[in-house]
């Protein structure tokens, strides 16, 4: 089969590899569509994400697939099933690690649920539970989706972000895009973001945002206090650049709470208190998809949630284009972009 892989930091290649062997507790995918993601991504390609994986590997966490074989044991997924989550797992054959593996044209899914059920170790199952089954009705072509909303929507509501809540986001990318449309989704009833000034239009009009700052802006805190006066009970910085936190803690409320999500200068965020009006509580990045699930199920079927601010469902860049998508992403042609992975 082919499979997106870095070989060397820098750029990927679709080549073959071997395709994976599904076990009893596995359910065998034809990949179907992936989407690309600007911080992990991204940083694994260029080599400064956190955790790099041995190269060569296989890139994607962003991937679903249609389930067209089952092992004996499965009984909680079923073949036809669309599941999120899915990826090839490594070919320690051909030297082959993954970075969650999701671009490539076969993959596999595990019942998660028969293998906690017959009582294997938690370590063999535990990650597998973001393999989760998209309803019935739903587009394959939206469900790459269901990564990013749920991961987001879990750590917003960790946060304590609920209706009535003053929210400020940093970053316009694919992560503060969904932090914004959660925020509304939930009730907050301010919601504010500093981000790429060509960004705002589209952000307001279909994320809901109220306020909306350029954050190149010198006088962007000045500029928040203004708009909100009482300070926001919640921020969100998306990006994780140095220096964010000195700019945006001073519009935050005493006792709010502050959340570095993005991971750009990963180990090198400083937050300094004296910068904030009081005293406040620095958020760990804790989330797990697996508990937003439904929620997220939900609100797509209820058309709260729909790709178009993030990516053109009617464009789709075939696997052996990855690198044309993910150039155009960095040309922010759009936050993110749909990758057709079957033939």
């Avoid at 089969?1 to 995918?29: N, Q, R, T």
């Avoid at 028969?114 to 009582?119: E, S």
């Avoid at 006088?219 to 140095?242: T, Y």
């Avoid at 997220?296 to 469902?313: A, N, T």
């Amino acid at each position: 089969m082919k499979a997106a892989i870095i070989e060397k930091f820098g750029s990927i290649v679709v080549k073959d590899m071997a395709e994976p062997k599904p076990g009893e507790y596995d359910a065998l995918c034809e990949m179907l569509y992936g989407a690309t993601c600007t911080g992990t991504d991204s940083h694994i390609i260029d080599g400064s994400f956190p955790w790099i994986s041995p190269l060569p590997t296989v890139l994607g966490h962003e991937s679903v697939g249609r389930i067209v074989s089952v092992g004996k044991k499965v009984r909680h997924l079923k073949v036809g099933d669309i599941i999120t989550r899915v990826g090839t797992p490594a070919s320690p054959k051909e030297n082959i690690s993954i970075s969650w593996g999701g671009f490539a044209e076969l993959g596999i899914a595990k019942d998660h649920w028969a293998m906690c059920a017959d009582g294997l170790p938690a370590e063999q199952w535990q990650s597998h539970r973001v393999n989760q089954v998209v309803p019935h009705g739903v587009d394959p072509k939206v469900a790459p989706m269901f990564t990013t909303w749920r991961e987001t929507l879990s750590y917003i509501t960790r946060m304590g972000v609920k209706s009535g809540a003053a929210v400020l986001v940093v970053g316009s990318g694919g992560n503060g895009l969904s932090y914004a449309r959660h925020a509304v989704n939930l009730g907050a009833s301010v919601v504010a973001m500093a981000g790429a000034a060509y960004m705002e239009n589209a952000t307001k009009a279909k994320a809901g945002v109220h306020i909306y700052l350029d954050y190149k802006r010198k006088d962007l805190d000045s500029e928040l206090n203004k708009l909100q006066p009482d300070g926001f009970d919640f921020i969100i910085d998306a990006v994780g650049k140095v220096g964010i936190a000195d700019r945006v803690l001073p519009c935050l409320k005493s006792g709010g709470v502050y959340g570095t999500y993005g991971i750009d200068d990963f180990g090198k965020i400083v937050v300094n208190p004296a910068k904030a009006r009081g005293p406040f509580r620095d958020h760990p990045c804790s989330y797990d998809e697996s508990e937003t699930h439904q929620q997220i199920s939900e609100w797509v079927m209820q058309g709260k949630l729909e790709p178009s601010l993030w990516y053109d469902v009617d464009k789709q860049y075939p696997l052996a284009r990855i690198s044309d998508a993910y150039a155009d992403v960095l040309a922010r042609k759009s936050p993110k972009a749909l990758v057709r992975l079957h033939k």
